[in-house]
């Protein structure tokens, strides 16, 4: 048996990500043990039996002692608290990772806990389901998608490596950039449409001429896809609007100007402006799925 990347692999949190994680690295081999925690008896007695970790701890100083990876799969609010938690127990040459949705505010409450000699290299894998929990992991979730690393200045390369290589294992894609930058991404491509159905399927649900029982009846295509976004987790997604406020703010400026834009178009009955706009917006669509295929 080839030895694994990692000899003791700790999860903070055993949800959707947390479960996918576990099974991923039990494909791959990744590590010769897995502990974990999670604040609910119920999730870590489930994780256990579902066998994506080999080891449950209530205190998760003990999930963390004599690992070389420690991965905090917890919502972002959380994260800082949790590294306090945990500092005293790290052993030095360790690395921790995280996988929040969000990067600068992760770091910002997370880097001032990790103690000299450990490496710091947060994580967002761009892959997720609208469903939570250990038992709504999968050990494929991460394939063929985005996993982006924002390692702080300074990083050590080596560990750096080791991080890519045990992503790039778990089935992703990994590219390597700035937190600041990675915030600003995450907000357009997933934060922003996020927003949007919350916000529509709220609104469907307000009006007054149509009921909520015709909403679910003729529920079709587009609706439909928003509906399924707009049932993610309400903490994780409390969380991340509460932590990437800034970018967030910026990509709502575009978007209100482009709609008003878009609005104005149809109150002018500018059929030309709003076929130029679908043309455009159609050729991008195009452009994803060929990237999905090459
Ligand atoms: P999830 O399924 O709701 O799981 C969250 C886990 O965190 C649960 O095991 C929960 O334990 C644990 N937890 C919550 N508060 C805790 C605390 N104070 N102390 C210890 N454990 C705590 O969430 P998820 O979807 O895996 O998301 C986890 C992270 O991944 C988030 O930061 C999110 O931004 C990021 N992410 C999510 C997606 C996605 O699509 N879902 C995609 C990429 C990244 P209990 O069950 O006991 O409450």
Not at 160 to 169: D, P, S
Not at 224 to 229: E, L, M, W, Y
Request: proline content about 4%; aromatic content about 6%.
């Amino acid at each position: 048996m080839t030895k694994p990347l990692f000899e003791k692999v700790a999860l903070i949190g055993l949800g959707l990500i947390g479960s996918s994680l576990g099974h991923a690295m039990k494909r791959a081999g990744l590590a010769r043990h897995i502990s974990g925690h999670a604040r609910s008896k119920e999730t870590r007695q489930q994780a256990l039996a579902i066998g994506f970790i080999d080891t449950v701890h209530e205190d998760p100083r003990q999930a963390v002692a004599g690992a070389d990876l420690i991965i905090l799969c917890v919502p972002v609010g959380i994260c800082g608290a949790l590294s306090e938690t945990i500092a005293g127990d790290l052993q030095k040459g360790a690395i921790v990772s995280d996988v929040g949705s969000v990067k600068s505010a992760v770091i910002k409450a997370c880097a001032p806990h990790i103690p000299p000699g450990v490496h710091f290299i947060p994580a967002h894998p761009m892959a997720g389901t609208e469903f939570s929990g250990p038992q709504a992991g999968f050990a494929e979730l991460f394939n063929q998608k985005w996993c982006m690393l924002t390692p702080p200045e300074d990083t050590d390369e080596t560990a750096i490596a080791k991080m890519v290589e045990f992503w790039t294992k778990c089935g992703a894609k990994v590219e390597t950039m700035s937190a600041q930058h990675h915030d600003l991404v995450a907000a357009i491509v997933s934060h922003l449409p996020h927003l949007i159905a919350f916000n529509i399927v709220g609104t469907a649900d307000d009006l007054e001429d149509i009921t909520e029982r015709e909403v679910i009846k003729y529920a079709a295509g587009g609706f439909r896809d928003f509906t399924r976004i707009a049932a993610s987790d309400p903490t994780m997604w409390r969380d991340v609007f509460l932590n990437n406020r800034e970018a967030v703010l910026t990509m709502l400026e575009h978007f209100n100007k482009d709609l008003a834009q878009l609005t104005t178009a149809i109150r002018d009955g500018d059929g030309d402006e709003l076929f130029a706009h679908f043309t455009r917006t159609r050729h991008i669509r195009k452009g994803i799925l060929d990237e999905e295929k090459s």
